[in-house]
C-alpha cells in the first residue's frame, strides 16, 4: 500500500536541510522565530534544538510539509 504522506520516512535532518536550501537561514528564521534560526545557526545546533522543543518541532514539519506541496 503507498503512503500518501509526502513526508513518510524523511528524517527532521533532511527536513531541516531543504528548509534551508529553499529558504535560507534568515527567512527561515523570519517564517519561524526562533533564535537557533536567527542567531549564528548550524543544522547541527537546530536539530539539538528543535528534538527537546515539540512546539517548534512542529513549527518546521508544517512548513516543511506546506514547502513540499
Request: net charge positive.
Amino acid at each position: 500500500m503507498y503512503n500518501q504522506d509526502p513526508q513518510h520516512g524523511i528524517t527532521l535532518e533532511k527536513m531541516l536541510t531543504d528548509l534551508v536550501d529553499h529558504f535560507g537561514w534568515e527567512e527561515l528564521a523570519r517564517r519561524i522565530p526562533i533564535k537557533c534560526f536567527s542567531n549564528d545557526p548550524s543544522i547541527k545546533s537546530s536539530l539539538t534544538f528543535l528534538r527537546r522543543t515539540p512546539w517548534a518541532r512542529a513549527q518546521v514539519e508544517q512548513l516543511d510539509a506546506r514547502m513540499r506541496r
